[in-house]
């Protein structure tokens, strides 16, 4: 079965430029949700979708970042304009819903901000 | 507030040593629980999880971790260790308010070296 698929892998982008990140969940998954992953912050949670629906994003940092879920086999998140310190590993990852279900995670995309 | 704590940042065991990760707890509500392990440059993998069936949980790679209502603890444990466990291992509670959304808790995780 094919698992949490995102891209790109790797960006690599100057300061001030839109980025855009991709995320294709687990078909059948109706929860998805991106995290940001740093060595001073850690795993930090942005936001996550509930049937196509974004549910919390008191995670995302600051009104630069966006993100949306057109229908359930899609999302992305947008950070514009970007600025080095937003350079991190971002995942994305899905699961059914409800409390006992595990979340499966991308391979992430790895972002650099010069 | 709802929390999970692991103890010890960084853990290193030698080859066919005992690995101990601590995750201890805080939760107003029964929990579900899960390890998961990141090798480098890859993204979480699910190790196991708690559900409640059973306080012994069995999971890859020869992990297995027991859960422990009285202290609050779920312990991952491995008996003998080999070089390929080196990784990142996460655990994580179901929030109780937000879990039925599938929403987890992460610890900060404990990076394990193993040392030949």
């Known amino acids: 079965d094919a698992g949490v698929i995102q891209s790109p892998r790797h960006e690599v982008t100057e300061m001030g430029q839109e980025v855009t990140l991709r995320c294709k969940p687990i078909s059948g998954h109706n929860s998805l949700f991106w995290y940001r992953q740093t060595m001073m912050r850690g795993l930090e949670l942005l936001i996550y979708?509930?049937?196509?629906?974004?549910?919390?994003d008191s995670g995302m940092p600051e009104d630069r970042f966006s993100a949306k879920m057109p229908n359930a086999s899609f999302s992305t998140l947008k950070i514009q304009p970007s600025e080095p310190r937003d350079s991190a590993v971002y995942f994305c990852?899905?699961?059914?819903?409800?409390?006992?279900?595990?979340?499966?995670f991308g391979d992430g995309t790895r972002l650099s901000i010069l | 507030a709802q929390s999970v704590t692991q103890l010890g940042s960084h853990v290193s065991v030698s080859e066919g040593a005992l690995v101990l990760l601590r995750c201890n707890y805080s939760?107003?509500?029964?929990?579900?629980l899960f390890w998961y392990v990141q090798y480098p440059n890859q993204g979480l993998q699910l190790l196991l999880k708690y559900t409640s069936a059973a306080t012994l949980v069995k999971g890859i790679n020869g992990f297995e971790a027991e859960f422990k209502k009285s202290e609050t603890s779920f312990h991952l444990t491995k008996p003998s260790a080999h070089m390929s466990d080196a990784a990142e291992y996460f655990c994580?509670?179901?929030?109780?308010?937000?879990?039925?959304?599938?929403?987890?808790?992460f610890g900060k995780g404990t990076k394990l070296s193993v040392k030949p």
């Open positions: 939760s107003s509500v029964p929990p579900y």
């Open positions: 979708f509930n049937n196509n629906v974004p549910i919390d």
């Open positions: 990852a899905s699961s059914l819903r409800g409390s006992n279900q595990p979340q499966h």
């Open positions: 994580a509670v179901s929030d109780p308010v937000r879990g039925s959304q599938g929403n987890l808790i």
